[in-house]
């Protein structure tokens, strides 16, 4: 939904023009609003670098928040000011920061994995294979399109992923026919959706303009698309907005419970048993890192001290006792 604030509608058309997630959009939208409103309303462009420290103080000593929240903070109101009012924050000095916890990634075993997805049925159950076979995100996975999807060659590609960046990654075989099965019935509904005048999905960027029927072809359907339809207010087409990510966490908080184990996972703790079991079964890290998507090794290497946890190959004194 578009703001009423003039301002605000040009702050996120500017972080269009830049090609920012809806996510990050989103993101630093609210932020930019939580400054105004902390300063009681004043505009941005009144204001400067000492009501940004003062600003991303409070969020550290009188909220708590954690230090990756107060950067997500900085980094929006370093955009607002150095990209859309054109005044590069160069006055704003040390800021109390939020201490950055070093919390090992929960991982489950491959028994544990099998447990939770037999938990999962339909859509949710595809989903939860794809996070752990793939090493997807659950962003990543609800935004596949038909095309980018290869059941032959057994890959997937993520378009603009996480760093706008695109990637290959692996379909593991298991999840091929399944798939397919998957795809076959998407289609049919489809084709049902046309008949009717439906049939449309939103698609990236200027796309719409530069091929007006693409998003009503085949290839560029969701995957996963909602139950439900749309009408676009701007274009007035009858549109499918893929699943909601709330709907395959809440399927997954249940499958977790009825499982019995007493890891607190989520849907990523798939992609952290995706990442721990290929370095276990002897990949090289290098690999790793690209199926994944970081940017930087030493994000993957994060998983190799979630092997070495519990002491592997370590005789425990206690077991000398006798």
Known sequence: MQPKSPFLRALQANMKLRHFSPRTID???????????????????????????????????????????????????????????????????????????????????????????????????????????????LGEALTLRVKDIDLDRGELTLRRAKGARDRVTVLAQSIRDPLRIHLERVRARHQRDLVTGAGWVELPGALARKYPNAGHSWPWQWVFPATRRYRDEETGQIRRHHRHPSAVQRAMTRAVRASGISKRASCHTLRHSFATHLLGAGYDIRTVQELLGHRDVTTTMIYTHVLNRGGMGVKSPADLLG
């Open 27 to 137: 993101a630093y939208t609210s932020w930019v609003k939580r400054y105004i409103h902390f300063h009681r309303n004043r505009h941005p462009a009144e204001m400067g670098g000492r009501e940004v420290v003062a600003f991303l103080t409070w969020l550290v000593v009188e909220r708590r928040v954690a230090a990756s929240t107060q950067n997500q903070a900085l980094a929006a109101l370093l955009f607002l000011y150095g990209t859309v009012l054109e005044r590069p924050l160069t006055d704003i000095g040390a800021i109390p920061r939020g201490r950055t916890p070093t919390r090992l990634p929960v991982v489950l075993t491959p028994a544990e994995v099998r447990r939770v997805l037999a938990g999962l049925t339909g859509y949710d159950r595809l989903v939860g294979l794809l996070l752990y076979g793939s090493g997807l995100r």
